[in-house]
Nanobody, 124 residues
Framework: QVQLAESGGGLVQAGGSLRLSCAAS????????MGWFRQAPGKEREFVSA????????HYTGSVKGRFTISGDNAKNTVYLQMNSLKPEDTAVYYC?????????????????WGQGTQVTVSS
């Protein structure tokens, strides 16, 4: 059984930083890409960032470019999200995700595995 486990969420003041971590486990686990989505109360889950292992290409949604940095290790099935200059609008539950076959889609239904989520709260 595949499991994704996130850690690193918390409460931080605006302008602060947090680092999220995610580790995947399971004998059958393999992925083309791993990434992060987030969901704020009353809103749909949205794409934040991803790393595609082939070519190690990085993907970011516009609102986090220049502030968030994704990194990871394909061999260790781990992905990280360094979040700097956090804003109150970044407040959400952040989900780690993995795609068996990454077509470049940022639609959540195209991703196969999900973590349980970790809360990030940014106070103003």
């Amino acid at each position: 059984q595949v499991q994704l486990a996130e850690s690193g969420g918390g409460l931080v003041q605006a302008g602060g930083s947090l680092r999220l971590s995610c580790a995947a486990s399971g004998r059958t686990f393999s992925s083309d890409a791993m990434g992060w989505f987030r969901q704020a109360p009353g809103k749909e889950r949205e794409f934040v960032s991803a790393i595609a292992w082939s070519g190690r290409t990085l993907h970011y949604t516009g609102s986090v470019k220049g502030r968030f940095t994704i990194s990871g290790d394909n061999a260790k099935n781990t992905v990280y999200l360094q979040m700097n200059s956090l804003k109150p609008e970044d407040t959400a539950v952040y989900y780690c995700a993995a795609a068996r076959w990454f077509s470049g889609s940022y639609v959540s239904t195209k991703w196969d595995y999900w973590g349980q989520g970790t809360q990030v709260t940014v106070s103003s």
